[in-house]
């Protein structure tokens, strides 16, 4: 077969819309996909076609293209394992291709650890669609029964001749005109060779000698540096500036655009210091509650709406029943994402066209965000992902992407912007501030016979969190409350008789919100595992047991994850807290459990706690884990995401606290807004439990959800004081340990 | 102003303005992207390298205040374009996330081991506590660094 035009890879990699002809072969099942394709296309990136997903050249080399961003997961490597193995080519003939909107399918943005069990997931039944295409393909070629054919390194060989035929052979530079079968069989647990083991990452070696390029380090020619003077207020308007006070700085140029302040210069230092030199005036602006009466102001919060998330039984009949009442309030600080390298971003308009590259977990919103902001068409707006600093969430890429963006459509020429660390922790949006009332009543037989929860958190799912340049600039923009999915984890799996669980979704929250790794679902599970906690110790049961004990009996991996727990942990089953306590330096445990949403990975998690009394300071010493996330594709990525999740998470609950004044954001730094340094980092002890038949679920978040609680818990262990409100600073410890 | 730095060990005339901290003389003068720019404070560490044979932060060190002494980037490890010892125990370890601080970690552990090539797990702790990472990688630094202490 002769294609009259054979792009390179090359060409396809740069998007060039190049031309590829249909891989067409007279009789079949292929050839019905390419008589009903157009003569030639572009690559795809729809996600019904398998060419969105795969490419493979002539030397049978693999190219995925994945609409998931590897955030420094793992998931880039993972997916490499995955489509290797099932269409048994070696893991070395596989590269990933990004979060490029021109290349790759919108797989949505990569957040709710969703990356291989969604994204992956749907690139793997790409890979087996085309497996069995080329299987069909090669069958005839070879002239023999599909059944005999075995696949060896990506060459088809028959089992009763020595005849082969290679991928490159068959497919090689064309593409396959072929719909994504959802239902195409793939690989048999068994028959995996790369997925569930432990295969080194690509991108660690190059991170390690300095040769990997992060967004940061991304360089184009002819560019700007430009940096944005903030206002020192949030809502404050821009009355004057002095542009003569950054003259002395040679190459400055400053931009203004309504409240948009900012300016460029060739060389990086130059706009850096001009940044800083730079005089204006701004309006007073006192927009913000007072910091101190945070809750108050929460729970005063008008309420747009109440998303009942679980209702069973009669929790009113219930809870008026007679029993033992049990009611506490929870709090969970605001928290920033924290990334160590601050977000960058670099924009060129060409010939009317803008493409932008950035760190952003989500290139196909910030595409849209951009040609909203530009009132372009979609079309017109390409962006790239480039690695970045690991962002955990929605942090700062997008807005740093539209900063550059205007100032490039500003300046006619390609900008780079990379914020400032007080940028990042003054601008990048928020994780909202929860409040959480919970409810229980306890029969005399020691049953748990209602449990009732308000969840106060603000309106609003994950979508399109409003861009900072847009606001300031007044041009169009996304401003509906983006916070992501926050009421997930407000109901429980455990089975009592009457639950209520109710989100009041609030019309405002006081910054800006967007979703931190893990959001709502730790905030919720932390409440729900410490009221779970509180129950066992007024019943003065074990709390693991109460946990095994409301566990659905059908649940069996629950069951398990909790029975291993106990071993690993080496449990000891008693009440909490411990008796006949002495010394000043106590040590405690404490339990936590989730099913994560309710449908998906398994933790179960053991804190062992050192607590202070004179202090107040707490020391998480050692943290078990055992994790059932289905079937694991790298279980070294998995117990990465589970220590980072540990240790990330020990820290956002016993120090890290979004501080501010009736104006702007105060944790402006690291010293401010400290986080975990090695001294204070836990002994982690991780059982992954492997279901190499199951689904693959996800890793990347759950863990973070059991960390707060477990903690709390181990804290009442040691001391008898209930700590209800994140994080777990000294003076509040004091305050617990002296009520206790 | 014009002045010489010796950076892994080549010499290189610099012509920029005397206040232009050492990180971004390194990235954009000199092309090693290897330290980063992390907080520009001095407090995350992400742009470790060393000055002198010691680990410092060079986000916040003029150049006019290095005079003669000799700078060592992450890209400065390599021997025979290969991974040191220290590079390559992190390798080992897979002691990365999203690696944005790893170069500024391995500068730190470098300059450890130099010095004190046995450390304790409570010596290594404390030596590595100015640098920050965000990801929660520190267990497996911690590992790397142990495995580069016994190698």
Same mark, same amino acid.
């Given at each position: 077969m002769n294609a009259p035009f054979s792009p390179s890879r090359r060409d396809i990699l740069k998007g060039t819309s190049a031309l590829v002809v249909a891989f067409s072969l007279a009789g079949s099942r292929l050839e019905a996909f390419a008589q009903n394709a157009p003569a030639a296309a572009a690559k795809p990136v729809t996600p019904d076609q398998v060419d969105t997903f795969l490419a493979i050249d002539e030397k049978g080399a693999v190219t995925v293209y994945a609409g998931k961003v590897d955030l420094g997961t793992g998931v880039r490597t993972a997916f490499a394992q995955m489509i290797a193995d099932e269409l048994d /080519?070696?893991?070395? $003939?596989v590269s990933v291709i990004e979060? &490029?909107?021109? +290349? !790759? *399918? &919108? =797989?949505? *943005? !990569?957040?709710? @650890? =969703? @990356?291989? =069990?969604?994204g992956g997931v749907q690139i793997r039944q790409a890979a087996a669609t085309a497996k069995a295409a080329l299987l069909e393909e090669a069958a005839k070629r070879l002239n023999v029964a599909k059944e005999d054919l075995i696949v060896t390194n990506g060459a088809i060989g028959a089992r009763s001749s020595n005849q082969t035929v290679t991928y490159g052979e068959l497919i090689g530079g064309k593409q396959f005109m072929l719909k994504l079968d959802p239902a195409a069989p793939t690989k048999k647990a068994a028959d995996y060779k790369l997925v569930g083991k432990p295969i080194p990452r690509l991108d660690v070696p190059g991170k390690i000698t300095g040769a990997f390029t992060y967004m940061q380090d991304f360089r184009v020619p002819g560019m700007l540096h430009g940096r944005v003077v903030r206002p020192?207020? +949030?809502?404050a308007k821009l009355t004057? /500036? &002095?542009? @003569? @006070? /950054? $003259? =002395?700085? %040679?190459g400055v140029k400053v931009v203004r655009e309504g409240d948009f302040l900012a300016v460029v210069a060739d060389n990086e230092w130059n706009a850096v210091r001009a940044a800083r030199e730079l005089k204006s005036s701004w309006s007073k602006s006192e927009t913000l509650p007072d910091e101190k009466k945070l809750w108050e102001h929460v729970r005063n919060t008008k309420i747009v709406k109440d998303d009942v998330t679980s209702n069973i039984g009669d929790t009113k009949a219930a809870m008026a029943a007679e029993g033992r009442k049990l009611s506490a309030t929870y709090d969970f600080a605001i928290h920033t994402h924290g990334s160590i390298g601050p977000s960058c971003a670099i924009s060129e308009f060409k010939d009317g066209k803008l493409t932008c590259w950035s760190a952003s977990q989500a290139t196909h919103n910030l595409r849209k965000q951009l040609a909203k902001m530009f009132s372009m068409p979609l079309d017109d707006v390409r962006c790239i992902y480039i690695d970045g600093s690991g962002c955990y969430g929605r942090n700062g890429h997008e807005d740093a992407a539209a900063d550059s963006a205007l100032l490039a459509k500003i300046t006619g020429k390609p900008v780079r912007v990379q914020w400032s660390r007080a940028d990042e922790h003054g601008w990048d949006p928020k994780g909202p501030p929860t409040l959480i009332d919970l409810r229980a009543n306890l029969d005399t037989a020691g049953q748990v016979t209602a449990w009732e929860a308000d969840f106060f958190i603000p309106q609003g799912a994950a979508g399109m969190v409003e861009l900072v340049a847009a606001s300031l600039s007044n041009m169009p923009t996304d401003t509906a409350l983006s916070p992501g999915g926050i009421v997930q984890d407000s109901a429980i799996g455990y089975k009592f008789p009457n639950i209520k669980t109710v989100c009041r979704r609030l019309e405002t929250t006081p910054f800006r919100p967007s979703w931190i790794r893990t959001p709502g679902r730790m905030q919720n599970t932390f409440a729900n595992e410490c009221f779970l906690d509180e129950i066992a110790a007024a019943l003065n049961v074990d709390p693991l047991e109460l946990r095994i004990k409301y566990t659905d009996p059908a649940d069996t991996r629950g069951l398990e994850t909790l029975k291993r727990l106990e071993k690993l942990s080496k449990w000891e089953r008693r009440p909490s807290p411990q008796k006949n306590v002495t010394g000043n330096v106590v040590k405690g445990r404490g339990v936590s459990y989730v099913k994560y949403e309710l449908v998906r990975t398994y933790v179960g998690a053991v804190a062992e706690v050192e607590v202070d009394r004179t202090t107040g300071d707490i020391r998480v010493t050692k943290f078990y884990v055992v994790h059932d996330c289905g079937q694991i594709i790298n279980p070294a990525g998995v117990e990465a995401q589970i220590e980072g999740n540990v240790i990330q998470t020990v820290s956002r609950t016993l120090k890290e606290e979004v501080t501010f004044d009736r104006s702007m954001i105060t944790s402006l730094d690291w010293a401010s807004y400290p986080i975990l340094r090695f001294p204070e980092v836990p002994e982690i002890v991780i059982e992954l439990i492997d279901q190499p038949a199951e689904k693959p679920w996800g890793?990347?978040? %759950?863990?973070a959800a059991v960390v707060p609680s477990a903690i709390s818990n181990a804290v009442f262990d040691a001391t008898g004081a209930r700590l209800r409100s994140v994080p777990f600073k000294r003076d509040k410890v004091k305050t617990a340990l002296q009520s206790a | 102003m014009t002045i010489t730095l010796k950076v892994n060990g080549k010499s290189h005339e610099i012509d920029t303005d005397a206040s232009t901290p050492l990180l971004y003389v390194l990235r954009n003068d000199l092309g090693l992207h290897g330290p980063k720019f992390g907080?520009?404070?001095?407090?995350?560490?992400?742009?470790t390298v060393q000055v002198g044979g010691r680990a410092m932060f060079s986000c916040i060190m003029p150049i006019a205040a290095i005079g003669g002494r000799e700078i060592t980037t992450v890209e400065g490890l390599l021997e025979n374009g290969k991974p040191n010892k220290v590079q390559q125990a992190f390798i080992d370890e897979q002691a990365a996330q999203c690696g944005y601080c790893i170069a500024g970690m391995v500068m730190r552990a470098q300059s450890l081991l130099q010095t004190n090539p046995k450390p304790t797990e409570a010596e290594i702790r404390q030596h590595m506590r100015p640098n920050l990472c965000r990801c929660g990688t520190h267990a497996a630094i911690l590992r790397a660094v142990k495995r580069a202490a016994a190698a």
């Open positions: /080519v070696p893991f070395e $003939k979060g &490029d909107t021109a +290349l !790759t *399918p &919108d =797989q949505g *943005p !990569t957040y709710g @650890s =969703q @990356s291989i =069990q969604n020192p207020a +949030l809502g004057n /500036v &002095d542009e @003569s @006070s /950054v $003259k =002395q700085i %040679p890793a990347g978040e %759950p863990t | 907080c520009g404070l001095g407090q995350c560490g992400a742009c």
